[in-house]
């Protein structure tokens, strides 16, 4: 995640998008809950020119993890001016390779270096140093020329691979991004890693776009992860046919609720190397790998051109939170659209992924329009969301943790409305087949209760199921008391059935630890409703109940993972 968003985002304050969020009694089509919806310079030394030293200062490259400067017997580094490269790795003799005595010694990789430039890379990590000078005291005029150790990996060293983090002169910062991994070669392992994501579903009539054949849809999300490498993912899974579609392109937002971009920042997705691509039944499609500056929580667009089919059962997730724009014809690369149509949905898109170092993974939200951030509108305001800016915040975790939302209004735990999938089985989907996913906090039931009349040994045998898949998994799985609800519901029985559960969560359940939410938002002096001042419609929190919620979440729950 990038320092600059980061400081970004605290400079215009957590709540810095500000659109309006919907009132306390406000109703949302899908969310049917409760009733009203639910390496520097290389060379310090500078002009050391024939200097007798077997360890130059010039091999201080404070990205390149651990230079030597030249460290060859006889060593007297015909550098003349050697300014280095940017984070040169091989140097004048290879800055941290294995064997290149890090005082002179006399298995030097580039010896001397007659006016080595040693180009090593910009930043770069040294994690092999120097790798094609020649060995052999003295060595060879290009001692550190290309110093392939270095390459790009700036971004990710830990402080040189083999040998770099203690040759005298070196350092440890790890080249411009600082972003620990492991690395090969002066790179870091990479995988892909959702930055956003979201659960999909079959979308109730009620919640249906407009007709999408031939125009252009807009849609808008929240990465919470940033990366200069992304591919996208679209789902026809719950269609009845094809769809096929265009164009596919990603840019910067202008403020959210207007529907416009940044037109300087728009490019184009590719899938299979064609702009075009139709999507079978039941399946979805990635994308190719895109060279595209995502940064996390800024608003971000996703605009799709659509082809003549488009079936009528249209993939997508109600509770989008923020505002979509249909307009007639090719309007994918405009920086504005006009004569369109809105929705507060999304359609097709899935997730977005971003190349990140190995050592980097995903939190997962599991639940409700609780999760789903019933009663916000283009605004960074779900308790995950909050949670992310906490995340962002925690030296520990910053550039190491994205946070993905499968929060789903009106979702049950146990059972099918015949367009969402229960929780019991969106785990499979949303959680297990995302294998960068190594915590999951789970925060479902309510709906079951009040509307399924389900009871508390149901609901907890719901629990244990998702538990069970997750550790199979080795996924640690958090879970959360049930949010108070009689302020909304009063039912004496549910409120029995739901202080039931709880009791089961706290005290007898198999979860890895427990966040307890319902604390969080509770009046203290009626613990079976939510705190008014927290409280949207005594059911769902207020945005200030949703950082609450987060603000209850201890971080060190995510400084380990499963092993």
């Not at 200097?51 to 651990?66: I, L, Q, R």
């Not at 087949?433 to 045998?461: C, E, F, H």
């Not at 949010?483 to 709880?502: I, L, M, W």
Request: charge should be negative.
């Amino acid at each position: 995640m990038s320092t600059l968003s980061r400081a970004r985002r605290l400079r215009l304050g957590i709540l810095a998008l500000g659109f309006s969020v919907v009132g306390s009694a406000c109703k949302s089509e899908d969310d049917p809950d409760g009733g009203t919806g639910t390496g520097g310079v290389a060379q310090i030394g500078g002009s050391s020119s024939g200097g007798v030293a077997a360890a130059p200062s010039g091999g201080a490259a404070t990205g390149g993890s651990g230079m030597t400067g030249g460290a060859g017997t006889g060593g007297s580094t015909l550098g003349g001016s050697l300014t280095g490269g940017t984070g040169i790795t091989g140097g004048t003799g290879g800055g941290s390779m294995t064997g290149g005595g890090p005082t002179g010694g006399s298995l030097t990789t580039g010896g001397q270096g007659a006016g080595g430039t040693a180009t090593g890379g910009t930043g770069g990590v040294g994690a092999t140093g120097g790798a094609s000078g020649g060995i052999g005291s003295g060595g060879t005029p290009t001692g550190g020329e290309t110093a392939s150790g270095g390459a790009t990996g700036g971004e990710s060293g830990s402080g040189g691979a083999t040998g770099g983090e203690t040759a005298a002169g070196g350092t440890e910062s790890g080249g411009t991004g600082g972003q620990s991994g492991s690395t090969t070669g002066g790179q870091p392992t990479m995988e892909w890693l959702p930055s956003w994501a979201t659960t999909i579903q079959k979308t109730e009539p009620k919640n249906a776009p407009p007709a999408l054949n031939g125009k252009t849809l807009r849609q808008f999300v929240w990465p919470t992860y940033s990366g200069n490498q992304i591919r996208i993912q679209l789902s026809n899974e719950k269609g009845n046919g094809p769809v096929e579609i265009s164009k596919v392109h990603i840019a910067h937002a202008q403020p959210l609720g207007s529907g416009q971009i940044d037109a300087a920042t728009d490019a184009e997705f590719e899938f299979g190397g064609s702009a075009s691509v139709s999507i079978p039944v039941g399946e979805t499609a990635w994308s190719d790998p895109l060279d595209f500056p995502l940064e996390e929580m800024e608003p971000t667009a996703v605009s799709i051109l659509f082809g003549n089919t488009v079936p009528s059962d249209v993939t997508g997730h109600p509770g989008a939170r923020t505002t979509s724009y249909v307009a007639s014809g090719d309007a994918v690369s405009q920086g504005s659209l006009s004569g369109t149509e809105t929705r507060d949905r999304w359609y097709f898109i899935n997730a977005i992924e971003v190349m990140a170092p190995a050592d980097a993974y995903a939190i997962a939200a599991l639940g409700d329009s609780i999760t789903d951030g019933y009663g916000v509108l283009n605004q960074f305001a779900r308790w995950s969301d909050y949670l992310t800016i906490a995340v962002n915040q925690d030296p520990q975790l910053a550039d190491k943790v994205s946070v993905l939302n499968f929060g789903a209004g009106a979702n049950n735990l146990l059972t099918s409305d015949g367009y969402m999938d229960p929780g019991v089985d969106r785990v499979d989907r949303d959680i297990l087949t995302r294998p960068k996913v190594k915590w999951v906090i789970v925060l479902m039931g309510v709906n079951d209760i009040i509307y399924g009349n389900a009871s508390a040994s149901q609901v907890t045998a719901g629990y244990e199921q998702i538990i069970q898949k997750c550790q199979g998994a080795h996924i640690l799985v958090y879970g959360s008391p049930l949010t108070p609800f009689a302020g909304h519901t009063p039912d004496a029985a549910k409120q029995s059935v739901r202080n039931e559960v709880n009791t089961w969560v706290m005290n007898n359940s198999t979860y890895d630890e427990i966040i307890d939410f319902a604390t969080a938002v509770a009046d203290p002096q009626n613990s079976q409703q939510l705190l008014s001042a927290l409280s949207n419609d005594g059911l769902h929190p207020s945005t200030a109940g949703y950082e609450a919620m987060a603000d209850s979440i201890d971080l060190s729950l995510f400084y380990q993972t499963m092993p």
